[in-house]
C-alpha cells in the first residue's frame, strides 16, 4: 500500500546522507533488504553500517544558526526543528482528529481489513519505524502485487513499485491518496520523533512538490540531496507553503 504523496515517505523509504570520501551513502528498502540478506542480521545490528552512517553523519555540513562548518547541528538534525516539528504535528492533530474518525468509520464500512496500513521505513541513524497510513488497498493487496507487476509505473531496478489506476485501491482509498488524506496519521510519527514535517525523511520535501509518483526513484535520490545541501528554516517553510496547492492539483497522487 504504497503512494508517494506530499505527505510522506511514501513508496520510497529513503534516508539520504551526505557523501563520504566522496561516495554517498543512501539507505533504501532496497539497500536495507540486501544488507539484512547478506548479514543474516537485522539492519540495527549491523555494526559496520552504522559505522558508515555515523560517519557520514559527521561530513561537513554548515550549522544552521551559525553557518559555521561543523560548529553545531544541521538544521534537519536540530533540536529547534524537533521541537517546531512536534509542537506543529501536536496541534494539527487536534484539529484534524473529527476528519480522521470519520476517514476511519468510512474505510471500515466500505472494506474489510483494517483502518491503518504500517509500514517499515528508514530514519534517523538508520532507524527502522512505523511508518502510520490509512489503507487505502484491498486487505490482501501484497499477496496480488505479482498479478499486476506489469502495470508498475518505474523500473524494474526501482525499490518501489507505483501503478496507475492501480486495481487493489479501494473506492474511498481512491479519494484519500489523491488528497494525501491517507497520509494524516503520519503526524503521529513525527510527534513521535520518527520522521521530519519536511526532509527525508519526512511528510513533505523537494521531490514531493515537485511530480510526486512521476519522479522516478533516481530523481528522487538527487532531489533530497538537494534538500540536504540546501536546508533551513527558509527551505522548509517555502516547501510548506507549497504544498497545499500540490495537495490540491492531485498531480502524480497514485
Known amino acids: 500500500d504504497t503512494n508517494a504523496t506530499p505527505?510522506?515517505?511514501?513508496?520510497?523509504?529513503?534516508?539520504?546522507?551526505?557523501?563520504?570520501?566522496?561516495?554517498?551513502?543512501h539507505m533504501g528498502n532496497a539497500h536495507l533488504r540486501e544488507t539484512t540478506e547478506t548479514t543474516g542480521t537485522c539492519k540495527r545490528s549491523n555494526r559496520q553500517l552504522r559505522n558508515r552512517i555515523q560517519d557520514a553523519r559527521q561530513s561537513e555540513y554548515n550549522c544552521?544558526?551559525?553557518?559555521?562548518?561543523?560548529?553545531?547541528?544541521?538544521?534537519?538534525l536540530s533540536l529547534t526543528k524537533r521541537l517546531i516539528d512536534s509542537s506543529i504535528a501536536a496541534i494539527a492533530l487536534a484539529l484534524i482528529s473529527p476528519l480522521m474518525l470519520c476517514i476511519a468509520i468510512?474505510?471500515?464500512l466500505t472494506s474489510k481489513g483494517p483502518v491503518f496500513f504500517y509500514q517499515k521505513r528508514t530514519g534517523y541513524m538508520g532507524r527502522r519505524f512505523n511508518m502510520f497510513k490509512f489503507r487505502t488497498m484491498v486487505n490482501n493487496a501484497e499477496a496480488l502485487k505479482a498479478e499486476i507487476a506489469h502495470l508498475n509505473q518505474h523500473e524494474d531496478s526501482s525499490p518501489d513499485f507505483k501503478a496507475?489506476?492501480?486495481?487493489?485501491?479501494?473506492?474511498?482509498?481512491?479519494?484519500?491518496?489523491?488528497?494525501?488524506?491517507?497520509?494524516?496519521?503520519?503526524?503521529?510519527n513525527v510527534l513521535n520523533g520518527d520522521m521530519r514535517l519536511v526532509g527525508p525523511p519526512g511528510l513533505t520535501g523537494i521531490w514531493q512538490i515537485s511530480g510526486r509518483s512521476n519522479i522516478g526513484f533516481d530523481g528522487?535520490?538527487?532531489?533530497?540531496?538537494?534538500?540536504?545541501?540546501?536546508?533551513?528554516?527558509?527551505?522548509?517553510?517555502?516547501?510548506?507553503?507549497?504544498?497545499?496547492?500540490?495537495?490540491i492539483r492531485g498531480d502524480g497522487a497514485y
Open 220 to 247: 528522487r535520490v538527487k532531489l533530497d540531496e538537494e534538500y540536504i545541501a540546501k536546508q533551513g528554516p527558509l527551505s522548509d517553510l517555502i516547501i510548506l507553503l507549497k504544498t497545499p496547492l500540490t495537495v
Open 64 to 76: 544552521w544558526l551559525t553557518g559555521r562548518k561543523n560548529k553545531g547541528s544541521s538544521w534537519n
Open 7 to 25: 505527505f510522506a515517505t511514501s513508496g520510497i523509504s529513503l534516508h539520504s546522507i551526505p557523501a563520504v570520501n566522496g561516495q554517498q551513502i
Open 164 to 188: 496507475k489506476n492501480d486495481p487493489r485501491i479501494t473506492k474511498i482509498g481512491a479519494f484519500l491518496r489523491k488528497y494525501s488524506l491517507d497520509e494524516l496519521p503520519q503526524f503521529l
Open 106 to 108: 468510512l474505510i471500515k
